[in-house]
């Protein structure tokens, strides 16, 4: 650890242990090591090997080669069932909550960040729409049970749809509703944290522009249009992705809300997981959906790496 | 700033208002603003004040009339002292602040050392690993739960350790799950600090450790703050890892209890309500007085 030989960070990491090797860094990096291997890399190799066990106990108990996938994937109408129109299962709930949940967010993000960029209460907006996020998804799906409730005294919204004499609606007792009512939640719980990102964004559009725009007699619609939407288009796709991760890990809300429920009517992959290997003990089935998850984040994390290395991180 | 604000809201504004009839056009102008964003603030909060009110509510108004018919509205607590006692939320409450906190500062500790040795010191590997930890960053918890905690029940087992009856499990799921969003996060930091200021440090002869000490942490309180906030609110308001790794019912956090009020009274409400309130007191309390640091660190979080 000789100070001149200058041990400092920046330049390349060395390929060898040797000259300007600063042995001190095996102190600070030996805990965190040691825990993301035993918590982290083995863990992933263990379930990607026991997606293709029995994995009685979790344990390695008998092969069984792509039999966990395959009745995924064949045989389990509450995981994927192409058979009927439209189709449904967990996966298919997972896909329906991706269109929809990362679209309108993405959108409603937008708008509001917009509106509210023109008046002077826009702290205040951009405040109330966020504080969702910083509540635990238990307590969202406390609060839009409460909301959903078919007891037209209780819920809201039996309370609003009855003063024009319809319902009431059992939203997330209707097997044709329930994805909706929980995907709109989630929207309700996200559209926050995409205000806030696309404001900053906005804020970082050249004033130039858009009154050059005004000047040539472009429409607040075209400026919207053909100025605003292209300008925000980086951190539009850098928030997609987010949303996407946030859709293919999703699973307080469904847990508190319906448990998958009614029947199997709004499972998602996670859930599947979860109820498949903790309740039903079949590890090996469990593993098959963990693998399935991490698969679809494959394209996302590369996605990731290189964005992270253009904007030269690494 | 506040000219980019106003080039979004049209050319009126650009001048001040000089006649009572150009301000009334004006505020025309905007009236659909105003009712769209007036909708929002509606839509955003009535959920939530709808659930706070019913929290106050004795039982019996619950279920005859709706929380927003205010005339009826009689105030009472019993809701809170019920729920706290005798559905074991206080005990809750204190189990969730025993497991967040050392769930916080654990994986703080580790992440800023391991990010200091990203950053400024020299090993081989070095963006090797790094780059390993972005990957890592993205892989979904579930990918790891069975082996881990097959792993806790062998450790229990065979040592009597008890990890999976106490908090042991938790604590060291928690630290884990977090170490490759802490350590991008911290050592992106950590980089952007003087170089000179480390390079003086050295040559003055101080030892790594005391540069990490006495230098590097320091200068990254906001960062440190920052993630620490992220990090204790996404351990207070997780579910699932309690759902896995908590295995005691005398050891279930807040998310964990509330799921039980749900599960044997379905339509309680008052008791639900108040419950739902008790569990959000704290990031509510987290988000009105550290807001700038909260939304700096949730939204550095949103790669996670």
Redesign the interface.
């Known amino acids: ?1 000789t ?1 001149a030989s ?12 040797g000259e ?3 042995w ?6 030996l ?3 040691i ?2 291997i ?7 190799i ?2 990607v090997l ?1 997606s293709f066990n029995r ?1 009685r ?3 390695f108990t008998e092969w069984v080669g792509l039999r966990n996938y395959e009745q995924l994937f064949l045989r389990d109408p509450a995981f994927i069932n192409l058979s009927t129109f439209p189709p449904s299962g967990a996966m298919w709930n997972n896909l329906l909550w991706l269109i929809l949940y990362v679209s309108i967010v993405l959108a409603l993000g937008l708008i ?1 960040a ?6 002077r ?2 702290a205040l ?1 951009k ?13 969202l799906a ?6 959903y ?1 078919p ?4 819920g ?1 919204l039996n ?1 609003i749809i009855g003063t024009v004499g319809a319902g009431p609606v059992a939203w997330l007792g209707n097997p044709d509703l329930v994805n909706y009512a929980i995907i709109a939640v989630g929207i ?1 719980g996200s559209v ?2 995409a205000t ?2 696309l404001s900053a964004a ?2 970082g ?1 050249p ?1 130039e522009i ?2 050059a725009a ?1 000047v040539d007699g472009a429409s ?1 619609r075209q400026i919207f249009f053909r100025i ?1 939407v292209p300008m925000v288009s980086l951190p539009m796709s850098v ?1 997609a992705v ?1 949303l996407v ?1 946030n859709v ?2 999703l ?2 809300l469904i ?2 809300m319906t448990a998958g429920g009614p029947g199997t009517a709004s499972r998602v992959m ?1 859930f599947t ?2 109820t498949e ?2 309740a039903g003990g079949l ?1 090996g089935k ?2 098959a ?3 399935i ?2 698969l679809i ?1 494959i394209p ?2 590369a996605f ?2 290189r964005r ?1 290395r253009s904007e030269a ?2 | 700033m506040a000219q980019q604000i106003d080039a979004l809201s049209g050319p009126a504004v650009e001048t001040p208002a000089r006649t009572l009839s150009e301000r009334i056009l004006r505020m025309l102008n905007k009236a659909p603003i105003h009712l769209g964003l007036a909708l929002v603030g509606l839509v955003w909060l009535a959920p939530s004040i709808g659930l706070l009110v019913t929290s106050f509510r004795p039982r019996s108004d619950i279920q005859s009339s709706g929380w927003w018919d205010l005339g009826r509205f009689r105030f009472t607590l019993e809701n809170y002292e019920s729920v706290l006692q005798a559905q074991g939320m206080l005990s809750a409450f204190i189990n969730t602040l025993w497991i967040s906190i050392p769930s916080t500062i654990l994986p703080l500790l580790l992440c800023c050392m391991a990010a200091y040795a990203f950053s400024w010191l020299r090993f081989p590997f070095r963006d090797t690993l790094f780059l390993l930890v972005i990957t890592l960053l993205m892989i979904p918890v579930q990918v790891a739960f069975i082996p881990v905690l097959t792993l806790f029940r062998i450790l229990d087992e065979t040592t009597g350790v008890g990890l999976l009856r106490g908090y042991g499990a938790i604590w060291l799921a928690h630290t884990a799950f977090a170490l490759p969003f802490g350590i991008f996060l911290l050592r992106n930091f950590f980089i952007t600090l003087p170089r000179d200021l480390i390079e003086a440090a050295r040559i003055d002869g101080a030892s790594d450790i005391n540069i990490f000490r006495t230098v590097v942490l320091p200068l990254s309180v906001p960062a440190i703050a920052a993630y620490g906030i992220f990090q204790f609110l996404w351990v207070w308001n997780d579910l699932l890892m309690a759902l896995v790794f908590v295995q005691d019912g005398r050891n279930w956090p807040l998310t964990r209890q509330i799921l039980g009020l749900l599960g044997t009274y379905g339509s309680e409400w008052h008791l639900l309500a108040a419950g739902a309130f008790i569990l959000m007191t704290v990031p509510l309390l987290v988000f009105f007085s550290l807001q700038r640091y909260f939304v700096q660190g949730l939204l550095a979080g949103s790669v996670k």
Request: aromatic share 14%; net charge positive; charged share 10%.
């Open positions: 650890m100070a200058g041990a400092i960070g920046s330049s390349r990491g060395r390929r060898s242990w300007g090797t600063n001190s860094s095996l102190v600070f990096l805990p965190a090591a825990l993301v035993v918590f982290l890399v083995y863990p992933t263990y379930t026991l994995g106990n979790g344990e509001i917009v509106m509210a960029g023109r008046v209460y826009e907006i405040a109330v729409v966020f504080l969702p996020m910083a509540i635990a998804a238990t307590a406390v609060i839009w049970t409460f909301v409730s007891n037209p005294t209780q809201l309370a309700w926050g944290f806030v990102i906005l804020k559009i004033t858009i009154e005004r607040e605003i928030l987010t991760v293919v890990k699973f307080d847990f508190v996670a997981m979860y290997a903790f590890f469990g593993a959906v963990a693998v998850m991490l984040l996302v994390m990731n790496i992270f991180v690494v």
